[in-house]
């Protein structure tokens, strides 16, 4: 079992930054990929970005260039550093976190607001 603990959403600004964090803890295989996920109002949940254990980062087209995701290992930790935020980006925002092993099991985390005023 993985349990996943968010923090960092808030109200902010359309320009402004916000900082998420989710810290892992549990049985963390070391081959993993933690991530964000997001879901907006009526909007379906979509990939924001992810990272995986090896050094590998994936982004949404939407987010490129204004969000960066970073882990730190000894920690199990990632965080998503949210920039130039736009009120677009106004959602629920999910941490995941996925085993590099089988059964390839996925935990969540409890879901973190961010919302973006114009």
């Known amino acids: 079992q993985v349990q996943l603990v968010e923090s960092g959403g808030g109200l902010v600004q359309a320009g402004g930054s916000l900082r998420l964090s989710c810290a892992a803890s549990?049985?963390?295989?070391?081959?993993?990929?933690m991530g964000w996920y997001r879901q907006g109002p009526g909007s379906q949940r979509e990939l924001v970005a992810r990272?995986?254990?090896?050094?590998?980062?994936l982004y949404a087209d939407s987010v490129k260039g204004r969000f960066t995701i970073s882990r730190d290992g000894a920690k199990n930790t990632v965080y998503l550093q949210m920039n130039s935020l736009k009120p677009e980006d106004t959602a629920v925002y999910y941490c995941?976190?996925?085993?590099?092993?089988?059964?390839?099991?996925?935990?969540w985390g409890q879901g973190t607001q961010v919302t973006v005023s114009s």
């Open positions: 990272s995986v254990s090896v050094g590998t980062t």
């Open positions: 549990g049985i963390i295989t070391s081959l993993n990929t």
């Open positions: 995941y976190f996925t085993s590099g092993v089988r059964p390839f099991q996925n935990y």
